[in-house]
């Protein structure tokens, strides 16, 4: 099955301000964030079901190389990500979102 996948409004701000910091420390920190956020994504898209449920009916899936979790729910035919964030902020901040 193909799945669309939608952002939360927010999750472009999420990642450039991450992005942001990779690049101030390496730019080549920045392109492996980059690369590994679209990777995951790609996962996501083609096992969605794969990724447990982390709270009520929203799944999370984790990058290897960095502390980052994409935040998402399932519906029949659509993916949406409702935060990529740090694993060390409050998950109420992306659970508002919903």
Known sequence: MIYKIVYHKDV?????????YY??????LDKCFSDEIKSL???IA???Q???????????????DFP???HFNLSEDTIEIFAIIHT???PKIWQEKK
């Open 46 to 48: 083609e096992n969605p």
């Open 88 to 90: 060390s902020r409050n």
């Open 50 to 64: 794969h990724y447990q449920l982390s709270f009520e009916k929203i799944r999370s899936a984790y990058l290897n």
């Open 12 to 20: 472009d701000f999420d990642v450039r301000e991450a992005k942001n």
């Open 41 to 43: 994504i790609e996962k």
């Open 23 to 28: 690049r101030k420390i390496n730019p080549e």
């Open 68 to 70: 980052f979790g994409i």
